[in-house]
């Protein structure tokens, strides 16, 4: 194989048919971002929507704008357009609370759906707050339901008549390994059982077919690849044949049936509006929505292939560029296995992150021993991962990273 | 009793010792603003915070703002303002998630701590979600709890050594009454019984003293009389004597001991930081920051004094303005146990409340026959209670509120 150089790489920028989007967000000036799967960046007309917003909807029409703004339909304007991002039916998607929180949902939807079975079949490595979000649960109704927590490989075998529901983070947090949603979760309806995803790491990155999965319930972030905002809304799904038996832990009044007329009594609302709890929060509403309709102009086809082609072209300029100094992919190589970022292996991988932001190059670190390097088409362009892998080379061989200061650990990592 | 007039009400505005803080808000033109118990109003210098956070932390800071603008810290700073407000201790209160939600963590809190009964009290007229929220959490444990509803008289009767819980909101949404909060407590204490108060119409707006009235448990809402925006995230109280041993039904990742660990199990954080479920919704908490530092710049005894002032005033012009309309006043005269609204039963509330709004006295229909007029003593004047008691005389006399238009029914009311 021919050598990558930044002029191979500056050409398929210049073929490049997302190129124009990358305009649409803020980057900073001698940043190189690759932690957009974190904390995606900052649309333009951000500022500009959120000050309508506070100064307009908030500022001049107050109360009147839960009708006159449609403050009131935000929820599902947003979900119904994130839900064209994941391959959703209309009328199954809100925007509301944070991923948690409608993980707590979902799974308590999926056990009021599944009453006679009490295991939840989840991957040891799926992000914690999945986990611990199902131990909760399962420790509060103390009815022995079991979290059976298995490696990726060993799922499907771990799926049996006890199950009620799998639950899976698509495209996993930490080595970027996707599962096959289709597969699973047809072996998820052969035992009888529903599936519940994660879409995190995967809403905006990679092509999501819900529907065409027959995917039972879903739950995905509003702050990563939907570049809404810091702690943006996140999102739930129920299949539309789920919702009219669907029953939610969490109710509250505006998934009453007739949130004004305060009685005394709980009522779910019609279908998926019953996943609503409380007040939405329209600022952060108002936010996420900018980064979604531009996530709307980018065909999914387009965006996944420029992933595939970049997390590709990183992991080869890695090899190319920085062989014997210890980093191991652990990321698969095979693009029907990756999602949109590459995850590289070392000791010291957290002085040599801190090293890398301190000279621009932005990944994270991933306990305890992963440099991970989020891919976001939208606005990555080819000839950053190699300026990126140039950094990288440059910190590795120059050992800068054993600077003392580069061990101090920070709160959020 | 002299008549009032608005020249005697100018008289008030010019002795009063908050009249300055009103400049800090946003007020339309045209708008005498007495909804700010359902929307508080916006300060003036949220833009400015909400562009600063967007354009400078998010943009340019991108996810190094996690650390270096602190945003992990947002809600126990937040928390912490807002418990200067109702009287908590340190380290007991945080921003975060909507009032029901934390309702649902604060139940289940409670529920925790007394694993032998098996009763929840509330009042019938609670604020509906309140409600729901019990009821949702009792139907998903299913082990026998028992919502007991009753009339506010008859709360401390209804408290019993099966009572878990006493579940309040102190200024009840469709009366004004407030509840005493240390008789209320102390009666829970002696049965055994632990309070929890929904401070949602009393934050901001009336003395409350957690602490001082030994309170167990609370929440509230920022979006009222804390003027935090639309949806603006809440907050809730542990008394740190309960903090250790508290068990959330919501264990996300951030009431982790140690989330950058990303351990397979849950350990709760240290004291009220196990109360946090998701990543913090950084740009809502900024605004509502805002709100709340305006709130701290007014002492309380001069909010409290000036909103009995004017929630008596009100209630004598209406008596005086607008006798023999059929208004009945359902707020207790009594100070003692008047929150910051004033509200009056008519047959037909809601078309009049429709033509008050669009005469530019905006208040709220209760259903379902209730005008609520709600007073914020950080920018309401006396000389608007005149003005708009004129115009509510008006509509009266006029009849104005019998135009069919007036009778369309909006979705929010």
């Given at each position: 194989m021919m050598s990558l150089t930044r002029t191979s790489l500056e050409a398929l920028d210049r073929i490049?048919?997302?190129?124009?989007?990358?305009?649409l967000f803020e980057l900073p000036d001698g940043v190189i971002y690759m932690d957009g799967n974190s904390l995606g960046a900052r649309p333009k007309a951000v500022t500009a929507r959120v000050t309508e917003v506070v100064e307009?909807?908030?500022?001049?029409?107050?109360?009147r704008s839960w009708n006159d703004a449609a403050w009131m339909e935000m929820p599902g304007r947003v979900g119904a357009k994130i839900g064209r991002l994941i391959g959703a039916e209309a009328d199954s998607v809100m925007a509301a609370d944070s991923t948690s929180v409608n993980l707590f949902k979902m799974l308590g939807v999926a056990l009021s759906l599944r009453p006679d079975r009490n295991v939840i079949v989840s991957e040891r490595g799926n992000f914690p707050t999945d986990l611990y979000i199902a131990e909760g649960l399962a420790a509060l109704l103390a009815r022995g339901h079991e979290l059976r927590l298995v490696e990726p490989g060993a799922v499907e075998h771990a799926?049996?008549?006890?199950?009620a529901v799998v639950m899976l983070t698509h495209v996993n947090y930490h080595t970027g390994a996707m599962y096959d949603m289709a597969a699973i979760t047809a072996r998820a309806h052969a035992m009888g059982a529903l599936a519940l995803w994660d879409l995190a790491h995967s809403a905006g990155a990679v092509a999501v077919d819900l529907a065409g999965c027959a995917a039972d319930l879903a739950v995905g972030c509003g702050y990563k690849f939907l570049n809404g905002g810091p702690g943006a809304p996140a999102f739930l799904y129920v299949a539309p044949r789920h919702q009219a038996a669907a029953r939610y832990p969490l109710t509250g009044w505006l998934g009453?049936?007739?949130?004004?007329?305060?009685?005394t009594s709980y009522r779910p609302a019609p279908g998926i509006h019953r996943a609503i709890v409380g007040t939405p929060p329209v600022i952060s509403l108002a936010a996420l929505e900018v980064g979604v309709d531009i996530a709307l102009q980018a065909p999914m086809e387009a965006v996944r292939a420029k992933s595939l082609r970049q997390t590709a072209v990183f992991s080869e300029l890695v090899a190319q560029e920085c062989a014997g100094f210890d980093l191991h992919q652990i990321?698969?190589?095979?693009p029907a296995h990756r999602g949109s970022q590459i995850s590289l292996a070392h000791p010291h991988a957290y002085e040599i992150m801190q090293a890398l932001i301190a000279r621009g190059l932005i990944g994270d670190f991933r306990a305890p021993d992963v440099l991970r390097f989020g891919v976001t088409p939208?606005?990555?362009r080819f000839a950053d991962l190699w300026d990126g892998v140039q950094i990288l080379k440059s910190v590795l061989q120059t050992q800068e990273w054993r600077d003392p200061r580069f061990a101090v650990r920070r709160r959020v990592t």
């Open positions: 490049d048919p997302l190129s124009q989007i990358r305009a307009r909807e908030w500022g001049v029409g107050l109360i799926i049996d008549e006890r199950t009453h049936a007739a949130p004004f007329a305060f009685e990321t698969p190589a095979d939208l606005y990555l």
